[in-house]
């Protein structure tokens, strides 16, 4: 599913004025399998905290209770198959790229990973948890998990923004890399109203944050370790 959304978002992007920098990290991601090697790396190593995590947080993974005055007031996650033990920190990213509006993709970023940071740290010490957070460990995790930034904005959201019922069965049976990409059921997701909304300036948003500016610069280093060994 991962090398298939990376193919079509490359193909989207392709002829798409001011984009060059965005498909050229994309293609080079179809063509070897270096990202998948620094994703596990961070996945494995860089968790300077671990909580069991619902693993899939995406609002229509969520039930909301409102007030009189149409105000959220209580949040019930459901949906635990994916259970996971990892970083919290995961979760937010996962929910931050799948879920956040435009204003807070745009503005908002900066103000949020530091609104959670406090409140990780709150709640650790409310569960009497001796264990904290450094804000260096946590902006440092943040900037680590590029790529699964990159995974959302390929795979996640262009599902859940979908004008119509989703045919990802090209994904599932790995059908769409059989085939030229742009002849996949999968493409039209990539050529909806709604996406082309969001899209390419969703990717820029990305970059605003050094998403792309970082993944280049890991695989630059990826492949220097190759050619040194």
């Known amino acids: 599913m991962l090398l298939g959304s990376f193919r079509c978002m490359a193909a989207y992007v392709e002829d798409k004025p001011g984009c060059e920098k965005y498909f050229n990290i994309l293609k080079e991601v179809n063509e070897n399998d270096l990202l998948y090697k620094i994703f596990d790396e961070v996945n494995q190593y860089h968790q300077p905290l671990q909580a069991l995590t619902q693993n899939d947080?995406?609002?229509?993974?969520?039930?909301?209770?409102?007030?009189?005055?149409g105000k959220v007031t209580h949040i019930k996650i459901f949906d635990f198959q994916c259970v996971e033990l990892t970083s919290p920190v995961k979760e937010l990213i996962t929910f931050l790229w799948v879920c956040a509006n435009q204003e807070v993709r745009e503005t908002k970023v900066k103000d949020?990973?530091?609104?959670y940071y406090e409140s990780l740290n709150a709640n650790l010490a409310e569960l009497k948890y001796s264990k904290r957070m450094a804000l260096e460990d946590f902006n440092s995790e943040i900037v680590a998990w590029s790529p699964l930034v990159l995974y959302c904005v390929c795979m996640n959201v262009p599902v859940c923004i979908a004008d119509h019922e989703a045919d990802i069965n090209d994904y599932l049976t790995g059908d769409i890399l059989k085939k030229p990409v742009k002849e996949s059921p999968v493409f039209k997701l990539f050529q909806g109203t709604t996406f082309n909304k969001f899209y390419p300036l969703f990717l820029?948003?990305?970059d605003k944050i050094g998403v792309f500016d970082y993944l280049s610069e890991r695989l630059e280093q990826e492949k220097l370790?190759?050619?040194n060994t």
Do not use: A, E, R
């Open 204 to 206: 820029h948003q990305v």
């Open 57 to 69: 947080p995406w609002c229509g993974n969520m039930m909301f209770k409102y007030d009189s005055n």
């Open 112 to 115: 949020l990973y530091n609104l």
């Open 225 to 227: 370790k190759m050619n």
